[in-house]
């Protein structure tokens, strides 16, 4: 929505750049998906200090004028105990298992060397987590399965175990030393369920697909709180970028 999206870019700019504060985009997609974004989005989308790509595979720092710098500390840590080619191959195993009409590797410029994604429906989606999890074990690759998307198909990434929007999140606040509770995290679907789990603020836009408010409504009651006694994650009423200034505002940070 380009009208709250210039909303929020008008706030970034006045007041939050003033204060010291950085903004991270955290995506599922890759480096070339979010420039084309952004160059689509110009002017109603703020340039971020850093960008967390491929649901945490990737960390970019921004040194100026659109232009990006991989971390590369970050990809190294990620691929101990990867293998990207046993990853494709158990992922072309489960297509055979669950038919192609089931389920399909997505196009190759969604990926990365530690990111192999595959559309599956959901009809199939338990039988294509079991065949991937299990095969991957026996093979001694230390990946995790995230999940997202909603009607009858959902996106099915296969990371290395250290990847994720939590870790990623993490990696990059260490980065700008800026401290746990004054960190928010912010989201609209399954994929950001992770980062979620954090000790991090949390903000759940008020237009967030189903998978994540059952998870939220779910998970709301044993979630922690801050030292006011306020909880620590909260769902807005608003949606898109006006949710995150409705979230900002009720953790005081607006």
């Not at 008008?10 to 007041?15: A, H, S, T, V």
């Not at 709180?225 to 620590?232: I, K, L, V, Y």
């Not at 949606?239 to 953790?251: H, K, N, P, S």
Request: a negative charge; one cysteine or more; glycine letters at 10%.
């Amino acid at each position: 929505d380009d009208a709250t999206t210039l909303r929020f870019k008008k706030y970034w700019q006045r007041e939050a750049v003033l204060r010291g504060c950085r903004l991270v985009f955290s995506t599922g997609r890759t480096l070339e998906q979010y420039l084309e974004l952004a160059e689509e989005k110009a002017g109603t989308l703020v340039e971020p200090d850093g960008l967390i790509s491929g649901v945490g595979t990737r960390v970019y720092t921004c040194t100026g004028r659109g232009q990006w710098e991989e971390d590369k500390a970050w990809t190294a840590v990620l691929s101990e105990g990867w293998n990207e080619s046993v990853v494709r191959a158990t992922c072309e195993a489960a297509i055979q298992v669950c038919g192609e009409e089931q389920m399909h590797f997505r196009p190759e410029r969604e990926m990365n060397s530690h990111k192999v994604t595959v559309g599956v429906h959901v009809d199939k989606l338990r039988a294509a987590e079991e065949h991937i999890r299990g095969a991957l074990a026996a093979e001694g690759v230390r990946a995790k399965i995230i999940v997202s998307g909603c009607g009858d198909w959902r996106f099915l990434d296969v990371v290395p175990e250290m990847a994720g929007k939590l870790e990623s999140l993490e990696y990059v606040r260490q980065q700008y030393n800026i401290p746990k509770d004054r960190t928010v995290g912010c989201g609209d679907s399954g994929n950001d369920i992770a980062m979620f789990e954090g000790e991090n603020l949390s903000i759940v836009v008020g237009n967030a697909q189903a998978d994540l408010c059952e998870w939220l409504d779910a998970r709301m009651p044993t979630m922690g709180t801050r030292d006011n006694g306020q909880p620590r994650i909260v769902k807005t009423t608003k949606t898109v970028a006006d949710g995150i200034l409705e979230g900002l505002q009720f953790f005081g940070l607006y």
